[in-house]
């Protein structure tokens, strides 16, 4: 039998917090480990009396979902975690924000409804906005025209396992072409999927099929995630959350 | 404008490197203060990259230090990887500060810690990507002031050329001398330009300015003398050393990186200095005498620390940790204070002792019982005997037995090998050892589920020491008996699988050997190499062993000398060593005398317990050793 530690076991999960979070500025070359390890160590300075696991080796309760690419900045980034006492999710929300360093701004956190299902499950895309400096916005606009026509574009992803042809089109919900003379902005909702087509594989797209190569790096960020809707619309993933907290208050204001 | 910053110009460049997280700073508990608001700027520099160099403590007390003066600002920055540099090159980006992105060049002060002789191909890197002139005879007064400190600057004359002052000993007060100098010069409005502010430094305690004395040489190649060019410089520079270490709790707001650092943990230096007299140990000679903080102090620091930071693991830092006077109580009454919170305290390598056990047990009541690591040094009791870290063989089988019993399944063993005296045979002992030990550790643990890693590299004779006198290894001997140990360990399957071999060949040793026991015609060395592309020579996948042969086979025979001539070649007691003039507070004599006797097999006491003046830095310094018990205890914190 696996050894276990002396003492009793830590205490159960009481309430679950969803938070969103950004990622701004500098920050945006923050890795996804390198955000994990932030926000423990913003947890224990703030205090979020958080659940831990079992074991020898025990780990606070924290599930990460699809964390943006290192490089990439974010105004949609969430994460879910367990508590051993409840907090009041305003109170979390400002205390782990003055915790963490600037440009990592805890934005929202709302209590997870019970039975509503799991954060990842109401994620399945994400908008995406890149700015493209030295790209003048007709040239992207036909590059957009051109990569929709296609059914499929196939790119080359580097992987740990070294380069791998994906194909970056279908993955793409809708995409538009707009920002100003110079500096031309790509607007993308980009499906998830395995393995993931991420900005830097819509770019390649474009430049397999219209040979658009931007003199500068670009900048990305993540502006939304959610569930794509009918309408091609992105959900707000706590959406169902702040609905069934503002249900139950309305409960409790009728009693 | 002065003080600019370059992010914008930077940016663009982060997007196509590795890791580019290290790059942006905002750490937590980093500091940013304005350009104009303060008269003295310093640049503070570790000369490797950012994940070893943040979590440098010296380097982070000082910018702590420096930070809270209101005269001053202190930015950091570190060795930039070779993707980024030939970025910052072809887009005209010089060696920026991570804090707030400033041009290193426009700095009044460029403070280096060396750690290790191998961060010197790093610096030039710096200054060339700063766009500061290489050698110091080159800079006019806009440029930087290049300080080297850190333990290898107690010899710093292979970069005497690059560097414009060395500092020894403790930094905490000595930087703010320098401060109060480089202040009033600017302030005088730059009176007798950049030489008459190196002379006014090389007037304050602790800084040796090398360009202020002239080294001459003997026909055969050794040094004949080193003399003062003027008479307002001191003859010997002698180290800083910081006593009542309570009144220096710094690092106060210990840095907290966003990226992976080889130490996620936050330290606190217990004590500082050594008196336990291992031969082999510069740290342990050039940081005498030995102070403690007090029970009480580490309690503050400890709980400030981690407030300020939200680590969960505290390491108890010094030369020795079980040797505080207090640590016994300190390691239970941290252990209480802290039960519950997941909140782990670690001590560094520990000396062979079952004492050490019964300690580690205490600190890891709250966190995990993983892996225990002794450092024995030596193969044999008679080489243990040579380096005077006497352990018998029966006493280390002996601890290790208890840490096993006690639910311990890792111990680590740190030996040396290339010692003086050494043979086959001692290095070969290391294996009988490691085999009694895991014979020992299944039979006390009742399982098969233990482990014993043997961690061994080669012997670097260091200035200071009782060994500076020493002939060095050949890395062919280092590697022929680092073979024949792994040899002898894989002998027997059944035990030899449980014991794992890391080893370091003996090539960076050689290197080390040169930059450590150098003088400065090393200099032209270390200038070749990195010329031809040599950086980051800690890292295995940067050093190259022929690229430093191959300069030194250029540079140094038209000068009479060559590589063996500083490495393998043994000293004699009338020889000038190039650091003669710099004044650790140990006398020649004590050390010459430690060294005779360590070839006689002959230990010597410690001072922390028995009085003795012996070694010269009490009497030099007008130190005392400052321990306890204090008989103070730790009281509860309050709940907040």
Known sequence: MARQPEGPPPPPTVQKLRLRYTKRGPLRFASHRDLARALERALRRAQVPMAFSAGFSPHPKISYVGAAPTGAASEAEYVEIGLAQARDPDAVRAALDAALPPGIDVVECVEAAEGGGSLADRIDAATWRVELPGVEPADLGAAVEALLARAEVTVAKRTKNGPRDIDARAAVASASAGGTAGCAILTVVVRQVTPSVRPDDVLAALTAVADLRPPLPPRAVREAQGRLDDSGTVADPLGPDRAARARCQGERATV | ?640
């Open chain 2, 1 to 640: 404008m002065t003080g600019e910053t370059l992010y914008p110009r930077l940016e663009p460049l982060l997007a196509q490197v590795q890791k580019p997280i290290q790059y942006v700073g905002g750490e937590l508990n980093a500091q940013v203060k304005a350009w104009e608001d303060v008269a003295v700027h310093w640049a503070l520099m570790y000369p490797d990259a950012y994940e070893v160099g943040l979590p440098n403590q010296g380097l982070m007390i000082l910018y702590e230090v420096l930070n809270e003066r209101p005269d001053a600002l202190a930015e950091r920055t570190y060795a930039v990887w070779p993707d980024l540099a030939a970025l910052m090159r072809e887009a005209g980006v010089g060696q920026f500060t991570v804090d707030s992105h400033r041009a290193v060049r426009d700095f009044d002060l460029l403070g280096v810690s060396f750690a290790t002789e191998l961060g010197y191909t790093n610096l030039l890197e710096a200054l060339d990507l700063a766009g500061v002139p290489l050698h110091a005879a080159d800079r006019d007064e806009s440029h930087p002031v290049v300080v080297a400190g850190g333990h290898a600057a107690f010899n710093p004359e292979p970069i005497a050329d690059f560097v414009d002052c060395a500092v020894l000993g403790d930094g905490e007060q000595v930087v703010g001398d320098v401060t109060d100098v480089v202040k009033a010069w600017k302030q005088q409005g730059r009176p007798g330009g950049r030489v008459e502010l190196l002379a006014r430094l090389a007037r304050v305690d602790g800084v040796y300015v090398p360009r202020f004395y002239a080294v001459s040489y003997r026909p055969d190649g050794a040094i004949a003398a080193v003399t003062r060019s003027r008479d307002d410089v001191p003859a010997r520079v002698g180290k800083r050393t910081v006593m009542d270490l309570d009144e220096w709790p710094y690092p106060k707001q210990p840095l907290v990186p966003l990226a992976e650092s080889v130490h996620e943990r936050m330290s606190v230096e217990i004590f500082r200095g050594c008196t336990r007299g291992c031969r082999f140990c510069q740290a342990g000679m050039i940081t005498r005498p030995v102070r403690e903080r007090t029970i009480t102090g580490i309690g503050s620091m400890v709980d400030a620390g981690l407030k300020a930071t939200g680590y969960e693991e505290v390491g108890l830092l010094s030369l020795s940790s079980a040797d505080h006077s207090e640590i016994g109580q300190l390691a239970t009454e941290l252990a209480d204070r802290y039960e519950g919170t997941n909140t782990g305290l670690s001590l560094p390598s520990t000396r062979v002792d079952a004492f050490n056990v019964t300690l580690a047990n205490e600190l890891s009541r709250n966190g995990r019982r993983s892996g225990l690591t002794f450092a024995p040094e030596g193969g044999s009791e008679r080489i243990r005997r040579v380096i005077n870290k006497t352990v018998s063989k029966d006493d280390l089988v002996r601890t290790v037995t208890t840490a096993y019993a006690n639910g311990w399944r890792q111990v680590k063993l740190y030996f040396m090998c290339g010692l003086p005296t050494e043979t086959d045979e001692d290095v070969l002992e290391i294996a009988e050892l490691a085999v009694d030990v895991i014979r020992a550790g299944r039979e006390a643990s009742g399982s098969k589920d233990v482990r014993c890693t043997v961690s061994i590299g080669g012997f670097v004779p260091k200035p200071h020491t009782p060994f500076q006198w020493a002939a060095q290894a050949s890395a062919e001997t280092i590697d022929h008996r680092l073979r024949v140990l792994r040899q002898a360990i894989n002998a027997d399957r059944r035990i030899g699988r449980s014991i794992g071999l890391r080893y370091h060949d003996g090539k960076p040793g050689v290197v080390e050997g040169l930059l450590s026991r150098g003088d400065r015609r090393v200099g032209r060395v270390i200038e070749r190499v990195w010329r031809e592309g040599g950086r980051f020579d800690g890292w295995s996948e940067h050093f190259s062993y022929e690229r430093w042969t191959a300069a030194a086979a250029q540079e140094l025979p038209p000068l009479g000398v060559d590589l063996d001539w500083f490495t393998t070649r043994e000293r004699t007691q009338d020889e000038v060593l190039p650091w003669d003039h710099l004044d650790s507070g140990l006398d020649k004599e004590w050390l010459w005398d430690d060294w005779q006797e360590a070839l006689s097999e002959e230990e010597v006491a410690d001072c922390r317990w028995t009085p003795c003046y012996d070694c010269g830095v009490c009497p030099t310094n007008g130190t005392e050793i400052q321990i306890g018990p204090t008989g103070r205890s730790l009281l509860p914190l309050t709940v907040v």
